[in-house]
């Protein structure tokens, strides 16, 4: 019996040995493979938070998500450049273009507008006396008028007394001669014909009523007057308007102004009259940018007798050979949009799938293209197809990409310095102390607490004297009171973080002005407030504390910047 149980110990113990020797060293050889494999990981990121880079495996120290491998194959690479398998760019269908200098097919700009009346020749009918209007009849806009004719008719206890006066002084005309002459005289000053004076002696009763009789010919526009009210001496009646000629008037961006003129020839079209074209010239181009719309006013004026255009509408405008015969373009498929920004990708070696990213600056838009200004050059590859693949694969790399840009953390450099008069110096502290009050209630997410804090923050910022202060001053006072006081009126937590973003953007611009300062002031940024937009904001503290997620995600964040 024990020999049987010895036999099979033997047994067993020889299967382990080989067991081991055949299996446990392939099990070794597939850990080196995979060891072999991990050997390529370059270093480990967050997907959400690409500046964030480590050595090692672990988790992100902002939202505490699993880092990822980043792979590099190819040392030689900039650090701004990404590398991509053959296989992701045959999944991503990717494509690029070389961008050149050709001669355009349309060089044509097309400019968008609409008819509005020659301000020139408008004009406003007025009455000359104090009065009531009795009758109007001239009631519609758009009704012709010439003139001289007949408006309406107006009740004057001015002018009724005036005429009485005329009738008594007709009684001794013969021996108070200058008497008569200065009663007749004052009804000619309120526009009475002889043949009206005449006519009043000779009945011998003054007018109730006076007849209110058109200054200019021309089409009215508006009307302000109504039967019944009253209207004091110079106060408008009608606004007339002679469309014998109009203006066109056209909007055009700020990167089409370098091809635009005065004199240039353009050619007006509407869908009102298709197949007609009209040629006229560039009269005049507004001096002053529309900063809310970006353009800029060309106005053009046309010749109107044939009462072709009519004010209100739509015409397009068409200006030949603005561009020049050649110009670099790049197509529209290759440009990726952020708001403001405009980039493409781009391939810097033909023979390697190795990608970055290009801030450009677009001008004009001809077909399918757009010029380029600045930030790529001829011969120059672009990715014109799957652009939004590589900007994610760049975002995943923590490689520069539409999330990223040269004024990181929210836009908080400016481009002028801000001097702080003495009373805003003085007052400043107090300022930022109620900030970071409302900020550290934000972050314990104390709607409350918030509430009463931004209102106590309104009340200083409504202390300060904006009028003494520069304009880029009074824009930031200014965004400050109308945000604090939002704050203090919203009741959800929610709303109370939106209204923080333009708050902070604000302060963090002032305060980054400011000079010996008592103690440094962090400036610390989270790119997933506000939808993944980005947000910043103060704090006395190093230590990442986010008032835009609290508890939620209380430490995602990094300290941009210290103010000292």
């Given at each position: 019996?024990?020999k049987?149980?010895?036999?099979?110990?033997?047994v067993?113990?020889?299967?382990l040995?080989?067991?081991?020797l055949?299996?446990?060293?392939?099990?070794?050889?597939?850990k080196?493979?995979?060891?072999s494999?991990?050997g390529?990981v370059?270093?480990?990121?967050?997907?959400?938070?690409?500046?964030?880079?480590?050595?090692?495996?672990?988790?992100?120290?902002?939202c505490g998500?699993d880092?990822?491998?980043?792979s590099?194959?190819?040392?030689?690479i900039?650090s701004?450049?990404f590398k991509m398998?053959?296989?992701a760019m045959?999944?991503a269908?990717?494509?690029?273009t070389?961008v050149g200098f050709?001669?355009?097919k349309s060089?044509t700009?097309?400019?968008?507008g609409?008819?509005?009346?020659?301000?020139k020749t408008?004009?406003?009918?007025?009455?000359?006396?104090?009065?009531?209007?009795?009758?109007l009849?001239?009631?519609?806009v758009?009704?012709?008028?010439?003139?001289g004719?007949?408006?309406?008719?107006?009740?004057?206890p001015?002018?009724?007394?005036?005429?009485?006066?005329?009738?008594?002084?007709?009684?001794?005309?013969?021996?108070?001669k200058?008497?008569?002459?200065?009663?007749?005289?004052?009804?000619?000053?309120?526009?009475?014909?002889?043949e009206?004076v005449?006519?009043?002696i000779?009945?011998?009763?003054?007018?109730?009523?006076?007849?209110?009789y058109?200054?200019?010919?021309?089409?009215?526009?508006?009307?302000?007057a109504?039967?019944?009210?009253?209207?004091?001496?110079?106060?408008?009646?009608?606004?007339?308007?002679?469309?014998y000629t109009?203006w066109?008037i056209?909007?055009?961006?700020e990167n089409?102004l370098?091809?635009?003129?005065?004199?240039?020839?353009?050619?007006?079209?509407?869908?009102?009259?298709?197949g007609e074209?009209?040629?006229?010239?560039?009269?005049?181009i507004?001096?002053?940018?529309?900063?809310?719309s970006?353009?800029?006013?060309?106005?053009?004026?046309?010749n109107?007798?044939?009462?072709?255009?009519k004010?209100g509408?739509?015409?397009?405008?068409?200006?030949e050979?603005v561009?020049?015969?050649?110009?670099?373009t790049?197509?529209?498929?290759a440009?990726?949009?952020?708001?403001?920004?405009?980039?493409?990708?781009v391939k810097p070696?033909?023979?390697?799938?190795?990608?970055?990213?290009?801030q450009?600056?677009?001008?004009e838009?001809?077909?399918?293209?757009?010029?380029?200004l600045?930030?790529v050059?001829?011969?120059?590859?672009?990715?014109?197809?799957?652009?939004?693949?590589?900007?994610?694969a760049a975002?995943?790399l923590?490689?520069?990409?539409?999330?990223?840009?040269?004024?990181?953390g929210?836009?908080l450099?400016?481009?002028?310095e801000l001097?702080?008069?003495?009373?805003?110096?003085s007052?400043?502290p107090?300022?930022i102390s109620?900030?970071?009050?409302?900020k550290?209630?934000?972050?314990?997410?104390?709607?409350?607490k918030?509430m009463?804090?931004?209102?106590?923050?309104k009340?200083l910022?409504n202390?300060i004297?904006v009028?003494?202060l520069?304009?880029?001053?009074?824009?930031?006072?200014?965004?400050?009171?109308?945000?604090?006081?939002?704050?203090?009126?919203s009741?959800?937590?929610k709303?109370?973080?939106v209204?923080?973003?333009?708050l902070?953007?604000s302060?963090?611009?002032?305060?980054?002005?400011?000079?010996?300062?008592?103690?440094?002031?962090?400036?610390q940024?989270c790119?997933?407030?506000?939808?993944?937009?980005?947000?910043?904001?103060?704090s006395?503290?190093?230590?990442?504390?986010?008032?835009?997620?609290?508890?939620?995600m209380?430490?995602?964040g990094?300290?941009?910047?210290?103010i000292?």
């Amino acid at each position: 019996m024990l020999k049987r149980f010895g036999a099979y110990f033997i047994v067993l113990l020889v299967g382990l040995v080989f067991g081991y020797l055949f299996f446990g060293t392939k099990s070794e050889s597939g850990k080196q493979k995979d060891s072999s494999n991990i050997g390529h990981v370059h270093s480990w990121t967050c997907s959400m938070h690409p500046q964030i880079k480590s050595k090692e495996s672990g988790d992100c120290p902002l939202c505490g998500m699993d880092l990822t491998p980043v792979s590099v194959n190819n040392s030689e690479i900039d650090s701004q450049q990404f590398k991509m398998t053959a296989n992701a760019m045959a999944l991503a269908n990717i494509e690029t273009t070389v961008v050149g200098f050709g001669s355009l097919k349309s060089n044509t700009l097309v400019l968008s507008g609409k008819i509005e009346s020659n301000e020139k020749t408008n004009s406003v009918q007025t009455t000359i006396f104090d009065g009531r209007i009795e009758k109007l009849n001239v009631n519609y806009v758009g009704q012709y008028i010439k003139k001289g004719q007949l408006l309406g008719s107006i009740y004057s206890p001015e002018l009724y007394a005036a005429q009485d006066k005329l009738l008594t002084s007709v009684s001794y005309k013969d021996t108070h001669k200058k008497l008569y002459a200065a009663a007749r005289n004052t009804l000619g000053l309120w526009k009475m014909t002889d043949e009206q004076v005449d006519a009043i002696i000779k009945s011998g009763k003054p007018m109730m009523n006076f007849p209110v009789y058109a200054d200019v010919s021309g089409t009215v526009t508006e009307i302000i007057a109504a039967e019944g009210n009253w209207y004091k001496q110079g106060e408008a009646l009608y606004k007339v308007s002679n469309l014998y000629t109009v203006w066109a008037i056209f909007d055009a961006y700020e990167n089409q102004l370098p091809g635009l003129k005065v004199g240039q020839e353009i050619t007006i079209m509407s869908n009102a009259f298709k197949g007609e074209k009209l040629k006229s010239k560039i009269s005049f181009i507004e001096p002053v940018l529309n900063s809310d719309s970006r353009t800029i006013v060309v106005r053009v004026t046309l010749n109107n007798k044939k009462q072709h255009f009519k004010p209100g509408m739509f015409v397009q405008g068409e200006i030949e050979g603005v561009l020049g015969k050649e110009v670099l373009t790049v197509p529209k498929s290759a440009v990726l949009w952020t708001g403001k920004r405009s980039i493409v990708y781009v391939k810097p070696n033909p023979n390697v799938p190795v990608f970055e990213m290009a801030q450009i600056t677009l001008g004009e838009m001809i077909g399918d293209s757009y010029v380029v200004l600045e930030g790529v050059t001829s011969g120059d590859e672009v990715v014109t197809n799957g652009a939004f693949t590589i900007d994610a694969a760049a975002q995943l790399l923590g490689k520069k990409s539409m999330m990223t840009s040269k004024r990181s953390g929210d836009n908080l450099q400016v481009d002028s310095e801000l001097t702080f008069n003495d009373n805003l110096k003085s007052e400043f502290p107090k300022i930022i102390s109620a900030y970071m009050e409302l900020k550290d209630f934000l972050v314990a997410s104390n709607s409350h607490k918030s509430m009463l804090k931004a209102g106590d923050l309104k009340e200083l910022l409504n202390a300060i004297d904006v009028a003494v202060l520069s304009k880029d001053f009074r824009i930031h006072i200014n965004t400050l009171k109308e945000t604090a006081e939002k704050i203090a009126v919203s009741k959800t937590i929610k709303e109370q973080r939106v209204q923080f973003k333009p708050l902070s953007k604000s302060i963090v611009i002032l305060a980054g002005n400011l000079s010996h300062i008592d103690q440094p002031i962090y400036v610390q940024y989270c790119p997933m407030a506000d939808n993944n937009k980005g947000g910043s904001w103060l704090s006395f503290d190093d230590e990442v504390l986010n008032p835009y997620y609290g508890d939620k995600m209380l430490h995602c964040g990094s300290v941009l910047k210290t103010i000292q």
